[in-house]
């Protein structure tokens, strides 16, 4: 089992920047990669960005690169997203996701709402 908590969400004005936190604990070893997806109201999940565990190679979705950074720290476990020119689409609950022995896990998610 892997437990994941977000962390660092909130209300922020359009063009503003938010930090957010993935901490994991449990059985972490073995974790593949680390990952930010999102729900918006009334639309399905979508994917955010990721990055690898041990070589730290970043993917990011066409709607969020060049304005968020995913970033990780090993020794603590913790998947980061720096999350910057916020725009109000950017909107949404955002989720930590990992995939462990071939099992999802999923945070609880933490809101993000940028104000026009």
């Known amino acids: 089992q892997v437990q994941l908590v977000e962390s660092g969400g909130g209300l922020v004005q359009a063009g503003g920047s938010l930090r957010l936190s993935c901490a994991a604990s449990g059985r972490t070893f073995s974790i593949d990669f680390m990952g930010w997806f999102r729900q918006a109201p009334g639309k399905e999940r979508e994917f955010v960005a990721s990055i690898t565990w041990s070589g730290g190679s970043t993917y990011y979705a066409d709607s969020v690169k060049g304005r968020f950074t995913i970033s990780r720290d090993n020794a603590k476990n913790t998947v980061y997203l720096q999350m910057n020119s916020l725009k109000p689409e950017d909107t949404a609950v955002y989720f930590c996701?990992?995939?462990?022995?071939?099992?999802?896990?999923w945070g609880k998610g933490t809101l993000v709402t940028v104000s026009s």
């Open positions: 996701h990992t995939l462990r022995s071939g099992v999802d896990y």
